[in-house]
């Protein structure tokens, strides 16, 4: 699917893309750190302190249910922009269309 250039770009698509990629990055960190950190204690070796980890054990599931409602909402976004621009598009198209199928009748003397 191509874009024309005369339609304006999608700014909600670019921000449905960077919120997944958050979404992604927290829930793999969510899912691998605690793996991790279980490795390190099992291998005799206890994890260094970071407030960053216990912020992510802490409210790692709020971040997640945040970032999914973000994606849900930048989601609707673009398909009604989409939608909005393709039906804009289709009115001009059928208005300069109409007018070219309609030449003016020449005038009676």
């Known amino acids: 699917m191509t874009q024309s250039s005369s339609q304006a770009p999608n700014p909600f698509y670019w ?3 960077l919120t997944s990629v958050v979404f992604v990055v927290t829930a793999l960190a969510y899912a691998v750190v605690p793996v991790l950190e279980q490795k390190a204690r099992d291998a005799g070796m206890a994890p260094p302190p970071s407030p960053w ?22 989601s609707l976004l673009s398909m009604v922009w989409d939608r909005l621009t393709s039906l ?13 199928s309609h030449p003016p009748s020449p005038d009676q003397p």
């Open 15 to 17: 921000l449905l893309l």
């Open 53 to 74: 980890r216990d912020a992510l054990r802490r409210d790692g599931w709020l971040w997640l249910l945040i970032e999914v409602a973000l994606v849900i909402v930048f």
């Open 88 to 100: 804009r598009g289709r009115a001009s198209t059928t208005i300069m269309s109409s007018a070219d």
